[in-house]
């Protein structure tokens, strides 16, 4: 459906059904698929034939959802994964092994940051990350002969920052690398970075495309424009033999198109097993389908709510690009033209207890750690997430004690105004 507009794909891409077939998307609750030959399974197992023959690797519930992801990002193939996390560990270890070597954008959430600098370490694969605002030269300084691919979120969580896509796809591709973007807050909606130059986009579904706060789960959607068998030297993985597959060559038999991804699955999803269930499948589909409707209310509570703290005494900052006053305002009109995402983060005067006495006050506003929901949450790390450190160590890691993170819902924006102020009155 690549020729229709973002709002039709949201509701109808990824699933048509036949004569007399399911008008929704329907949910595959099996396990395993039944063959009539061994030989007909055989090709499946060999990646000769496309099919299904267990729900760890792929079941057609998640590749109809899967689907209609990749074509809202303008992407040629994408795969489900059991959470954000999954997507992004999955999307990065395709391509990168013990030796090898990330360039990051250090204002990503904070999940990702320990996977990539902590846990993926581990694995022998090392990392070095640069600001968002970093200049060209700085940012490419950063580069090594061991380089696989740059990271970045298009949005950060919770700082907010927003990454200019095109210098970091422009370093990436000048070293023959990829650059891979989470673009879980402003969602397909409001930003394609494929468009500007991103090579893999990676999801939270968690959050908005869900919306509702009913099923976790994750996305990898390729471009389909990275050409591997340029840099084949870099990436052996997806340009020599695969001998667990009768020595494939991804790249050879898959193309740019859908190397990345058939690989993903047929390697990582096989090992790893982090499916994402039919049943989170088809809730997830259910909230893709009103994402273009949501995603604007979203954006519309969020200024609003930014625009009043602004302007409020008790108040010390606020980061939201849509404030003219926030320093990512003008890189934040060139790539999210439409608005970002629901999600304000502020800080107040009279830090960490100032915090705790304004959340306990909130009304609609619910204590979460839960983030691009219905329903509008909020949270205060240093009482919380982060409780463990002093005010000072908090500070220094850009997370002051009287910092708040609100993700605003589909709420009456004058009513959660009249709950902010009653909370710091």
């Known amino acids: 459906m690549s020729n229709f507009k973002m709002d039709t794909k949201c509701v109808q891409a990824g699933y048509t059904p036949g004569n007399g077939e399911p008008r929704q998307i329907p949910i595959i609750q099996s396990t395993t698929f039944k063959y009539n030959t061994s030989e007909d399974m055989g090709k499946l197992f060999d990646l000769e ?15 109809h959802v899967a689907a209609k992801i990749a074509d809202m990002e303008g992407g040629t193939a994408a795969m489900l994964t059991s959470s954000g996390q999954a997507a992004n560990f999955f999307a990065l270890f395709n391509i990168c092994e013990c030796g090898d070597h990330i360039v990051s954008s250090a204002s990503i959430y904070g999940g990702t940051f320990n996977l990539i600098a902590v846990t993926m370490k ?3 694969i090392d990392v070095t990350f640069v600001a968002p605002t970093c200049t060209e030269e700085e940012l490419n300084a950063a580069f090594t002969d061991k380089t696989k691919a740059v990271f970045g979120e298009t949005i950060a969580n919770p700082a907010l920052t927003v990454l200019d896509i095109e210098k970091f796809a422009k370093a990436a591709h000048a070293h023959g690398v990829p650059l891979i973007v989470d673009n879980t807050f402003p969602t397909p909606v409001n930003c394609r970075p494929i468009e500007w130059g991103a090579d893999i986009v990676t999801h939270s579904t ?12 994750g996305a990898i959607v390729d471009s389909g424009k990275f050409d591997w068998m340029a840099h084949a030297e870099k990436f052996p993985g997806l340009t020599t033999p695969d001998e667990s597959y009768h020595g494939i060559v991804y790249a050879e038999k898959f193309g740019k198109e859908g190397a990345f991804i058939t690989k993903c699955t047929a390697q990582l999803m096989r090992d790893f097993g982090c499916i994402q269930s039919p049943q989170h499948a088809f809730i997830l589909n259910l909230g893709l389908e009103s994402l273009h409707v949501r995603m604007p209310k979203h954006v519309e ?13 008790k108040v010390k900052k606020v980061n939201y690009s849509g404030l003219p006053s926030d320093p990512y305002y003008e890189v934040a009109k060139k790539y999210l033209p439409n608005g970002g995402c629901g999600v304000v983060s502020f800080e107040l005067e009279g830090g960490r207890k100032a915090a705790e006495t304004f959340m306990s006050r909130l009304k609609l506003a619910a204590i979460e750690t ?15 997430t982060h409780r463990q450190m002093t005010d000072e160590q908090l500070e220094a890691a850009g997370i002051p004690a009287g910092l708040v993170r609100m993700s605003c819902g589909l709420e009456s924006k004058e009513d959660l105004i009249a709950d902010l102020e009653q909370a710091l009155q």
Not at 372 to 379: N, V
């Open 370 to 384: 839960h983030v691009a929901d219905a329903r509008t949450c909020c949270l205060n790390p240093a009482t919380s």
């Open 49 to 63: 034939a496309s099919g299904y023959f267990y729900t760890r690797l792929q079941n057609p519930t998640n590749d």
């Open 122 to 124: 581990k694995m022998g």
């Open 301 to 313: 509570n969020g200024q609003a709510v930014a625009e009043f703290l602004e302007k409020h005494p």
């Open 206 to 217: 968690t959050k908005y495309m869900d919306g509702h706060g009913a099923a976790v789960g």
